[in-house]
């Protein structure tokens, strides 16, 4: 019958008090007063998106079933966000939306762009990874003439590239139609580590099996 409920309830807060006894509906969950600001630093961390002041208000409401004001959980929050902004931790609290998130700090972006860029190159699928390849070196480019190098039809590879904006459009060509030219991104080059195309490996480098740009999805 309890689970019931739940559709009332935030994603979060079935998350952060997931541990409950079951004697009653929201009066059991065994939560400590004097915690009540780690409650709310769980409520914020186990939210996918930012949320709002009367989200954690709720939350906390039924979980404990008592009355608490906004003030007072501004106030938890104020605290917990003064906490993370000390330079020991590599998480902030930030405000987005009229709601609280917790997100890495700045100065940890570059690393983190690094695993962003190993995922994403795993999800490329061969044709994909060609493609990008001849994008990179042969830019700007046409989708004809990507075609003409592969000699297969690249409309899906491309569209998948500018889905993950490793690839952008960068004007078009004179040639008789005026098709569009494709070049790389600034992602592109955050994704593999380099700060321009020159320092792409010379094509004579791929005489080497061992060099490659990305890895084939399975």
């Not at 009540?36 to 998106?49: D, G």
């Not at 989200?55 to 929050?77: H, M, V, W």
């Not at 917990?80 to 700045?106: C, P, R």
Request: aromatic share 12%; proline share 2%; with cysteine.
């Amino acid at each position: 019958m309890l689970s019931r409920y739940y559709d009332f309830l935030p994603l979060a807060c079935i998350s952060a008090f997931s541990g409950f006894r079951t004697s009653g509906l929201f009066t059991t969950f065994g939560l400590e007063m004097d915690n009540i600001e780690q409650y709310i630093e769980a409520l914020i961390f186990a939210s996918e998106q930012s949320i709002r002041t009367e989200e954690i208000l709720y939350c906390l409401q039924s979980a404990f079933n008592q009355d608490f004001s906004e003030d007072e959980i501004n106030r938890c929050i104020q605290n917990i966000t003064d906490k993370y902004n000390d330079k020991q931790f590599a998480i902030e609290i930030v405000k987005i939306s009229n709601g609280y998130q917790f997100l890495t700090k700045k100065d940890y972006h570059q690393v983190i762009s690094l695993l962003q860029a190993q995922r994403s190159k795993k999800k490329l699928s061969q044709a994909a990874l060609e493609t990008l390849a001849i994008i990179a070196y042969k830019q700007p480019v046409t989708k004809p003439d990507i075609e003409q190098i592969r000699g297969v039809n690249c409309d899906y590879s491309i569209q998948k590239l500018l889905e993950k904006e490793l690839i952008a459009i960068v004007g078009k060509s004179e040639a008789l139609g005026k098709p569009i030219l494709y070049g790389t991104s600034s992602l592109f080059m955050d994704y593999f580590g380099i700060n321009s195309i020159s320092e792409l490996p010379q094509m004579k480098d791929f005489t080497d099996n061992t060099v490659s740009i990305g890895e084939q999805s399975e």
